[in-house]
């Protein structure tokens, strides 16, 4: 990266950091700024910022920042309170996902023609994933009730993880289909990547989260540290997989999950530090699809991409969303809420750049130009939807006499995702302390 587009790239921060209160109160969502700043100056705009999507710097960024998010996200699960009281998301993750991704497929097969079955499969699995920071203004009001933000915020959180090894096993179908290697080659090494993935990511996060516990409670450990070392055992546990054949992201997941549930001590002070990186992981990210992908996606963009994108956004989603809520007891206008508020974002983004790199998978430019066209159509479409669906539905939901009966308003036991702001939980702490 030469010396004009890291000043570019910082210069887009600090200017963006100087109005972002001013820009959360409005209808402009952060991914929807970066993405804007990235085309500015990306090549078609001031030409700040060059280069190609399979560009080193671009693939590290971007596996960087999906390895941080799903370590800290599995690492906020309480397993045991998300089976008891948090069925919502449990319905989204275990019934509507699944459904999604069938859906996904049949949508992918009749706009793409020559799609083989894994190939569809695979653009399904990539866009299946939501990302809750494209509709903040959705999960952190208030207005809306705790248990549809927590839906959401839990979803978002651990369908990317769900969807790795699917996304895996399907690439590795993808691939057989254009590669002279015998087919069960590639699915010896999809259940390869598969099964030392999630042994290597137990393990890192046993033994590293046992080891931060004794430096901590021995006072080994300045306090400082123990944010930057819970999270380089996400970087450990992913390196240490890929280098005996695992997959890397699994086990970052996997080690998240057992951090949390032996050092939720120690997590509980790598959530904030965890958020405030990955905030900026993540508005790289976007920042880097409108400077160097956007173009790519406008050039080669036709109408059964379109298509495939605008299905991903409505049908393919919010049926699937519907049926898996079936039987909940949730009012016809949460159902449609909570469908239409699926934003595809970093995991689809990093999934798709895994795709466009391998030059064993036939067919990659056009699921790599799907995926960020659907990509590009939700950052804009869920951002500029958030806040008026956001008061429109908390507006007709909201707790009286006549509704506090309702599912909506059920009371639970919060998890620590982001479906608050900073303001609310500052308040919280200072509640509690007094």
């Given at each position: 990266m030469d010396t004009v587009a890291l000043t570019a790239i910082t210069l887009a921060i600090v200017s963006y950091s100087l109005v972002s209160a001013r820009a959360q109160r409005s209808f402009i969502t952060?991914?929807?700024?970066f993405v804007a700043i990235g085309i500015a100056i990306g090549s078609q705009g001031l030409g700040w910022v060059r280069g190609e999507?399979?560009?080193?710097?671009?693939?590290?960024l971007a596996e960087l920042t999906l390895v941080v998010v799903l370590f800290t996200d599995a690492s906020r699960i309480n397993l045991r309170l998300l089976w008891r009281e948090h069925n919502l998301p449990v319905r989204l993750l275990l019934i509507g996902l699944p459904l999604t991704i069938a859906a996904g497929t049949v949508a992918a097969m009749g706009c793409f023609p020559e799609f083989s079955i894994w190939h569809a499969a695979l653009l399904a699995a990539i866009v299946a994933p939501t990302d809750a920071s494209l509709a903040h203004p959705v999960v952190g009001n208030r207005i809306v009730p705790v248990r549809i933000r927590q839906t959401l915020s839990v979803e978002s959180g651990l369908?990317?993880?769900?969807?790795v090894p699917l996304v895996l096993l399907f690439l590795c179908g993808a691939r057989s289909t254009g590669h002279d290697a015998d087919p069960a080659y590639w699915f010896q090494f999809a259940a390869m990547q598969i099964t030392l993935g999630p042994l290597t990511g137990v393990g890192v996060g046993y033994v590293g989260a046992r080891l931060l516990k004794m430096a901590t409670s021995r006072e080994w450990t300045a306090s400082s540290f123990v944010d930057l070392a819970a999270l380089a055992l996400a970087g450990v546990a992913f390196g240490v997989a890929e280098l005996i054949g695992g997959n890397g992201f699994i086990a970052a997941f996997c080690g998240g999950l057992v951090m949390g549930h032996i050092a939720p001590g120690v997590c509980q002070r790598v959530h904030e530090f965890g958020e405030a990186e990955g905030q900026l992981l993540t508005l790289l990210v976007f920042l880097a699809v409108g400077a160097l992908m956007a173009t790519q996606v406008i050039?080669?963009?036709?109408?059964?991409?379109?298509?495939?994108?605008?299905?991903?956004l409505t049908v393919t989603r919010m049926i699937p969303v519907a049926i898996s809520l079936l039987g909940s007891g949730l009012q016809p206008k949460s159902v449609l809420f909570v469908g239409w508020f699926g934003p595809r974002g970093t995991a689809s983004v990093v999934f798709a750049l895994l795709v466009i790199q391998d030059s064993r998978v036939p067919l990659r430019h056009e699921i790599f130009i799907a995926v960020m066209t659907t990509v590009l159509l939700s950052v804009f479409a869920h951002g500029l939807t958030a806040v008026p669906f956001a008061r429109w539905y908390g507006g007709r939901i909201k707790p009286t006499e006549m509704t506090t009966h309702l599912p909506e308003h059920k009371q639970i036991k919060e998890l620590p995702f982001c479906c608050r702001t900073s303001a609310e939980s500052a308040a919280d702490q200072k509640a509690s302390s007094t």
């Open positions: 952060p991914p929807m700024a999507p399979e560009s080193i710097a671009v693939h590290v369908n990317d993880g769900i969807c050039d080669a963009i036709a109408l059964p991409t379109v298509a495939f994108a605008v299905l991903s």
